[in-house]
Every structure is written in C-alpha cells, then in structure tokens.
C-alpha cells in the first residue's frame, strides 16, 4: 500500500513538474514572441526615422531657407554633413564653412561637438599630398 502511495506521488510530481516546465515554456515563447514583434516595429521606424534623416540631409541645399549655393555644397556625410565652398562657382573661394544639417530635435553627436570644437579653435590647416612620380607613371 505505501509503494502503491509512493508512485502515485511520484507520479503526480512527474505530470505537475511536466505541466508546469510546459506551461513556463509556452508563457515564454509567447512573451518572447511579443517582444520580437515590439522589436521590429521599434527596428522599422528607427531605420525610416535615419533614412528620412539621411534624405533631407542630402536634399537640404534644394529646400527653402538654406543658405548657400547648392553648387558650393560637397556633400561628405560623416563626421559633418557638407563642406561649403562659398565663391567657388565665381572662382574666389571667400570662406570654407562645415555645415552639419539636423532636423527635428537632433543634436550633435559627441564627435559632431568636438568637430565644431577643432574648427571653433582655429586647429584647420592646409596640406598637400604629393604622389610619388613613379606610382604615376607608365
């Protein structure tokens, strides 16, 4: 009679342990199933958000209220948006301006600030690179 009492609650910790290791998984393999669909729509409208950030930076010497002569602008991306050449469609370069576009609230990022930092302090210079003759010649 014990052994017959013994099984049975051998029995029923094996089926409660099994229903319940189940139950868990199934809880959560659904909650990560969520949290995947949250992740990807949260992944999506990040990369629109960027995209349509990249867009207006590169269409901004085309929009109203900009500044400059969209035929000055060199586009560069990163670590600023465009170099300025004001003057170079009249052949007298007059400044060279390092324009960085935003939109929305965006801020500087922490090398767009330490960009703004060297230039703001004067620490711009002029070099040339010269390549060797005989890499140039046939």
Do not use: H
């Not at 000055?72 to 170079?88: K, T």
């Amino acid at each position: 009679m014990i052994i017959l009492i013994l099984l049975l609650m051998a029995l029923l910790s094996f089926a409660f342990f099994f229903l319940g290791k189940t139950m868990g998984y199934k809880l959560a393999l659904t909650d990560w199933k969520k949290r995947e669909k949250r992740a990807r729509v949260e992944a999506v409208k990040q990369s629109r958000a960027v995209l349509s950030g990249q867009f207006s930076e590169q269409l901004s010497p085309f929009l109203p209220g900009f500044k400059y002569l969209p035929t000055e602008c060199r586009f560069i991306g990163r670590p600023v948006d465009f170099i300025v050449f004001r003057g170079i469609d009249e052949k007298d370069i007059k400044e060279v301006v390092f324009l960085e576009v935003k939109s929305g609230s965006s801020g500087l990022s922490a090398q767009e600030k330490n960009l703004m930092k060297t230039i703001n302090a004067g620490r711009v210079r002029w070099e040339e690179y010269r390549v060797p003759d005989d890499l140039t010649k046939r």
